[in-house]
């Protein structure tokens, strides 16, 4: 509901705006009698990393039906709805010369019965590298109609990050009888949780119940045999993860 910049194309042109419809808040851009729009909404900043596979969810509606035409396409005329077109794109800056690469067109038709509410849109994407981005939504809609306006709702980013499945073959045990020095021996992982197998390993964390009590860097690649000597441990009972 909050954090966006609205970049204006040109001074003629309709911007967007903050509208609202009881205590639900949106952003909209308004039709101008015989002006296009040239006017951009963009998120607020997010960080993305490279080989991740992100999820856009927004949600679309209209403060009056979509406009008609008639169609003389086969002979007979048709009125027919001319749909609303809303360009989504992944930005790397919120200025005019921002580099813009489309990840969704949509074409909506809100009907008469339908105005006010809102329809969801979702769309995949990935980026090249990682890096700051926002996403940028422009209204490219071919009408010249006053009182309509164009909403945007509910934009939401959700991305499963490549997590790697759990160790193998872990022990844990004193060096010689006696000694509070445990060695802990396991093999790091070769693939992720979603069976993909791992390019690298950058950190092993090890804790000693919820103490994190070494993190391995040295050496460490998938599939790795890793040994560890947690030394003096405390007596008593130990977990170690």
């Not at 851009?29 to 993305?48: G, N, R």
């Not at 979509?66 to 200025?95: C, I, Q």
């Not at 020095?181 to 090890?206: H, K, Q, R, W």
């Amino acid at each position: 509901q909050a954090g966006y910049a609205q970049v204006n194309g040109r001074d003629d042109s309709p911007m967007w705006t903050l509208g609202e419809d009881g205590d639900n808040k949106f952003a909209q851009v308004a039709s101008k009698y015989y002006y296009t729009h040239d006017d951009y909404l963009f998120t607020a900043p997010i960080e993305m990393k490279a080989g991740v596979t992100y999820t856009l969810k927004f949600k679309l509606s209209a403060s009056a039906a979509s406009p008609t035409y008639w169609d003389y396409s086969t002979g007979t005329g048709v009125e027919k709805p001319r749909p609303f077109e809303m360009s989504v794109s992944l930005a790397n800056n919120t200025a005019i010369d921002a580099l813009l690469t489309e990840i969704k067109a949509v074409e909506y038709v809100c009907e008469a019965e339908n105005v006010g509410k809102f329809s969801e849109y979702t769309a995949e994407f990935t980026v090249e590298n990682d890096g700051i981005y926002y996403i940028s939504f422009y209204d490219k809609s071919s009408y010249f109609l006053q009182d309509i306006a164009v909403r945007v709702d509910d934009i939401e980013i959700n991305a499963i990050y490549p997590t790697p499945e759990a160790v193998a073959d872990l022990t844990a045990a004193p060096d010689e009888k006696g000694s509070r020095n445990i060695v802990l021996e396991f093999t790091a992982p070769d693939m992720d949780v979603n069976g993909n197998a791992l390019a690298s390993i950058s950190a092993i964390d090890i804790y000693r119940g919820a103490d994190l009590i070494a993190t391995l860097t040295d050496g460490i690649e998938p599939a790795a045999k890793v040994k560890y000597t947690d030394e003096n441990a405390p007596r008593g009972f130990l977990a170690y993860g």
